[in-house]
C-alpha cells in the first residue's frame, strides 16, 4: 500500500528559529499533498494544499510566510514554521493523494513541534 | 465548513454497538471515517462516494445517506482495539483530498 513518510517525528526548537518538517510519499507520486495542524484533543485544522511544481493554496486565516510550504517534486512536500513561537507547537501531519478519483488520503506519521 | 459529528465521547463494553453520526449542511462529495490513536496518525477506514451507499471493514461499517449530508458509522460487536478517536470527514468540493474533519467522537472500550 501506498507509504507517506513524515520527518522528524518530534523536534524541539528554540523560540525564534525555524524548523522545516518534510512529507515524502515512498512508493508512489503525490502531484497534490496537504498539510494539517493538530492541537491536543482536537480535530485536524486543513492549513495548506501543496502542489507539485506550483505555489501553495493556503486555508483562510493561515500565514503563507509563516508556513513556508515548498513542493519541489512528486514525492517531496516540506513544511517550514519560520520564527517559531511557543503557540506554533502543535501535531503537524501531511498527507498524500496518488490521484484524483475514487482514491484514498494516506497520512504521515505527524511530527510534533514544541518551541521553548 | 467543518461538518457537525456527535457525540463526543461515548463508552463501550467490549461486545456491545454504538454509533457515530456526521453530518453537513450541504451535499458532499465524498465522506472518510478515520480513527485515531493517542499521539498517532490517522489511520483510513473508509470512504464513502455515493448517497445511499454503505461500507464495512470488519465490524465497523458506515452509512451515507441519499441526500449525501449525513453518514453514520456503526460500531458492531465492539472490541478493545476499537477505542480510539473517530473523525469523518468531508470533501465539499471537487477538489479531491481537500478535506474537512469533525471534531472527532472519543470512544472507550472497555473489558
Known amino acids: 500500500g501506498a507509504v507517506v513518510s513524515q520527518h522528524p517525528s518530534r523536534v524541539i526548537c528554540k523560540s525564534g528559529t525555524s524548523v522545516k518538517i518534510e512529507c515524502r510519499s515512498l512508493?508512489?507520486?503525490?502531484?497534490?499533498m496537504f498539510w494539517y495542524r493538530q492541537f491536543p484533543k482536537q480535530s485536524l485544522m486543513l492549513m495548506a494544499t501543496?502542489?507539485?511544481?506550483?505555489?501553495?493554496?493556503?486555508e483562510q486565516g493561515v500565514e503563507k510566510d509563516k508556513f513556508l510550504i515548498n513542493h519541489a517534486s512528486l514525492t517531496l512536500s516540506t513544511l517550514t514554521v519560520t520564527s517559531a513561537h511557543p503557540e506554533d507547537s502543535s501535531f503537524y501531519i501531511c498527507?498524500?493523494?496518488?490521484?484524483?478519483?475514487?482514491?484514498?488520503?494516506?497520512f504521515g506519521a505527524g511530527s510534533r513541534l514544541t518551541v521553548l | 465548513q467543518q461538518p457537525v459529528q456527535s457525540p463526543q465521547a461515548v463508552i463501550l463494553r467490549e461486545g456491545e454497538d454504538a454509533v457515530i453520526n456526521c453530518s453537513s449542511s450541504?451535499?458532499?462529495?465524498?465522506v472518510h471515517w478515520y480513527r485515531q490513536k493517542h499521539g498517532e496518525a490517522p489511520v483510513f477506514l473508509m470512504i464513502?462516494?455515493?448517497?445511499?451507499e454503505q461500507k464495512g471493514h470488519e465490524k465497523i461499517s458506515a452509512s451515507f445517506n441519499e441526500k449525501k449530508q449525513q453518514s453514520s458509522l456503526y460500531l458492531t460487536a465492539s472490541q478493545l482495539s476499537y477505542s480510539g478517536t473517530y473523525f469523518c470527514?468531508?470533501?465539499?468540493?471537487?477538489?479531491?483530498?481537500?478535506?474537512?474533519f469533525g471534531a472527532g467522537t472519543q470512544v472507550v472500550v472497555t473489558p
Open positions: 498527507s498524500a493523494t496518488q490521484s484524483s478519483g475514487a482514491n484514498v488520503l494516506t
Open positions: 512508493d508512489f507520486q503525490a502531484t497534490t
Open positions: 501543496s502542489n507539485e511544481g506550483s505555489k501553495a493554496t493556503y
Open positions: 450541504k451535499a458532499l462529495y465524498s
Open positions: 464513502l462516494l455515493k448517497g445511499g
Open positions: 470527514a468531508s470533501q465539499e468540493t471537487d477538489s479531491w483530498g481537500k478535506l474537512q
